[in-house]
């Protein structure tokens, strides 16, 4: 899922523009009025919000046709991105300035990750948008991948989907240096086209039926999740075996490097004897 903010009094009504021009699913999501974003948002849209009980952390009213709506608390944005991450092909972010993604800014807002300024509303290249939109990261979850494997036209032939996530990790044993964060960064072009590669070659063998493999890029702090190796066979033998060996081709053959980030020190891991 391709992810863009947008940010101004105008942020709303841009993703309103934008949203029909991109080719997938869409899904916009804006900040609640009153936050302190520098946006300014129509109460009235507020007034349809569906009630929630006391003591209830989220509620939902659906529709006889599908439609839906909802409400609820204790939800980050990042945690609503990896909800939308395996249904949506787009998600449209309004009145985030501080949000780690791509944003278009109107009206001379701040923004964090500023690639477009778009000046004034009334005269901005939506097209300069769409392809800001499309070029972005895209924000993949393991849930992601599932339902792409699911999708395979193959998929009727399996009766497994077995999965691999790696995390940071804090520490390897009590007494270890904390670990803070790791940050990685891919050799463009290459280490997409070698990922590919390797899907390919574990989908051509016997009993495996798609394949799926992501790394993370970027700094990512202890506990979140780094890589994601996701494959559907007809047995579970030919998918734990596929999975495991998903896993140790990334990281022998994919030009990814890491730095890490401890309580004492900085470095790049292969500068490491």
Not at 24 to 38: I, N, Q, Y
Not at 75 to 92: E, G, H, I, K, S
Not at 155 to 176: L, N, S
Request: proline residues 4%.
């Amino acid at each position: 899922m391709h992810v863009l903010g947008t940010v101004g009094d105008d942020a709303r009504a841009l993703c309103e523009r934008v949203a029909p021009r991109l080719d997938g699913d869409v899904a916009v999501v804006e900040r609640r009025a009153g936050e302190p974003d520098g946006s300014t948002v129509d109460d009235e849209r507020r007034q349809g919000e569906i009630d929630r009980p006391s003591g209830v952390d989220a509620a939902y009213e659906l529709g006889a046709d599908g439609a839906w709506s909802a409400t609820g608390e204790n939800r980050t944005l990042d945690d609503v991105l990896d909800d939308l991450a395996a249904t949506y092909d787009y998600a449209l972010l309004a009145g985030f300035p501080d949000a780690t993604v791509p944003t278009v800014t109107t009206g001379n807002a701040d923004a964090e990750n500023v690639v477009l300024d778009a000046g004034n509303p009334d005269g901005i290249d939506l097209d300069a948008v769409v392809d800001a939109a499309e070029s972005a990261e895209p924000h993949v979850t393991l849930e992601t991948l599932v339902e792409r494997v699911k999708a395979s036209p193959r998929a009727e032939r399996a009766g497994a989907i077995a999965t691999f996530t790696g995390r940071v990790r804090a520490r390897d044993a009590e007494g270890d240096t904390r670990t803070l964060s790791l940050t990685f960064e891919k050799y463009e072009g290459v280490a997409a086209e070698r990922l590919r590669t390797i899907e390919s070659e574990l989908t051509d063998r016997d009993g495996v039926l798609a394949a799926e493999l992501f790394h993370r890029t970027g700094t990512l702090e202890a506990g979140e999740d780094i890589v994601f190796v996701v494959v559907l066979a007809g047995h579970r033998a030919e998918a734990f075996e596929t999975v495991s060996d998903g896993i140790d081709r990334l990281k022998d053959e994919v030009p990814i490097f890491k730095r890490e980030t401890t309580v004492e020190e900085d470095f790049w891991v292969h500068d490491r004897p």
